[in-house]
């Protein structure tokens, strides 16, 4: 069960690439998303992400139990969920308005970076879920994030497409 557990919260090994194996999870996740929403559109990939944070905390606690790091660098299932959140917005308006996902690359980008940016500097209720020091932090952190960082992206398009008219 901890072979699968680490298979699972390392997304496949992707969190031994080095540097940066946060950026790496996220990275690897775009694609996973994009495969995932063509598979089964928008409910596929909302559904795909909520499983991802349940099954992410069960890998979490399972790979981190009796370790001193409650948050090694090589699990980035938190990241895959976060990442997957923050593009939810630009893949929903994909599936709403029949809008091939990538398309509407810009917003891809916007997710990428805005998750990435408060993934690091954790503001607020980013860096309040971090500390709590178990797997349940480890995930909460990286929700939040991608929420921050789908509402920064969805603001992001409000105004290139409301304001500018792009």
């Known amino acids: 069960m901890r072979r699968a557990a680490t298979f699972i919260a ?3 090994g ?3 690439l080095r540097p940066a194996p946060g950026t790496w999870g996220s990275a ?3 694609p996973l998303a994009y495969v995932v929403f063509q598979i089964g559109s ?3 990939i909302a559904a795909a992400t909520v499983a991802a944070c349940a099954i992410g905390w069960w890998a979490t606690a399972v790979t981190t139990r009796g370790a001193e790091d409650h948050d090694p660098s090589e699990i980035v299932i938190d990241e895959l969920a976060g990442q997957w959140i923050a593009l939810l917005p630009l893949l929903y308006a994909a599936w709403a308005h029949d809008i091939p996902a990538l398309a509407l690359y810009p917003g891809w980008i916007s997710a ?3 998750f990435r940016l408060f993934d690091i500097t954790k503001p607020g209720p980013i860096g309040w879920a971090d500390r709590r020091g178990d797997a349940l932090g480890v995930m909460l952190d990286d929700v939040v994030a991608g929420v921050f960082a ?12 409301g304001l500018m008219g792009l």
């Open 150 to 161: 789908g509402v920064g992206t969805m603001i992001l398009a409000g105004i290139a497409h």
């Open 42 to 44: 928008f409910p596929l």
């Open 10 to 12: 390392t997304v496949a």
């Open 28 to 30: 690897v996740s775009l």
């Open 112 to 114: 990428f970076v805005l």
């Open 14 to 16: 992707a969190g031994y």
